[in-house]
């Protein structure tokens, strides 16, 4: 928990620097320093991020932004949420059917999850999205604090594509962070991969 408060408090005592940045078109999406870019052929991936720290969120978009990644941000602040989004009734009075895009107009996505998260933790989330045949195929990014050998085992057991460790040195998260951001400008995903139920 100290390793989230280093981290959180430096990004809310940063936050200033991103008091430019333009007006976000959906209330629970993180704000947008640049526009977002309709996806092309697998080449464009939009960031859905699951995260309940609102200093690592900041933190996470600002500097996937300065590496390059000019995509659309979708936020949910713990897993319940998320859940709700992804399995949620369509047209359901939820917090996330209000405020939120509809599921259908997302494309190219990948998520980005941390796993130690009120109501509903990361491990639930990353067990439904791949439990699902509509989500199975969905990128899942684990993005936490802990290192512990089990918890990495068990995500990898559940399905997660790729496991990073967030660095409790505020420098080095802004590198880790810069080279995921790096990474995710080089992902390709099949053309006109959407989230569709049946």
């Given at each position: 928990m100290r390793e989230r408060e280093e981290?959180?408090?430096k990004a809310g005592a940063?936050?200033?620097?991103?008091?430019?940045?333009?007006?976000?078109?959906?209330?629970?999406?993180?704000?947008?320093?640049?526009?977002?870019?309709?996806a092309e052929s697998g080449h464009r991936v939009s960031i859905v991020l699951v995260e309940d720290d609102d200093g690592h969120a900041t933190l996470v978009e600002r500097n996937l932004r300065r590496s390059g990644v000019s995509n659309g941000f979708l936020r949910f602040r713990d897993g319940q949420e998320a859940l709700d989004y992804f399995f949620g009734t369509p047209g359901a009075d939820t917090l996330a059917a209000s405020n939120y895009p509809s599921r259908e107009e997302l494309a190219n996505f990948v998520v980005l999850l941390d796993l130690r998260m009120p109501r509903v933790d990361g491990f639930e989330v990353l067990r439904r999205l791949k439990a699902d045949p509509v989500t199975a195929s969905v990128p899942v990014i684990v993005l936490t604090t802990t290192d512990d050998?089990?918890?990495?085992?068990r995500c990898y057991e559940l399905g997660c594509n790729v496991y990073i460790t967030?660095?409790?040195?505020?420098?080095?998260?802004?590198e880790a962070v810069r080279r995921l951001g790096f990474f995710l400008q080089v992902v390709k995903l099949p053309p006109g991969h959407r989230f569709v139920r049946p």
């Open positions: 981290t959180g408090a940063k936050a200033g620097e991103n008091a430019g940045a333009q007006p976000n078109p959906f209330p629970g999406e993180l704000s947008a320093g640049l526009p977002a870019e309709p050998p089990r918890e990495i085992e967030k660095p409790v040195e505020y420098d080095a998260f802004i």
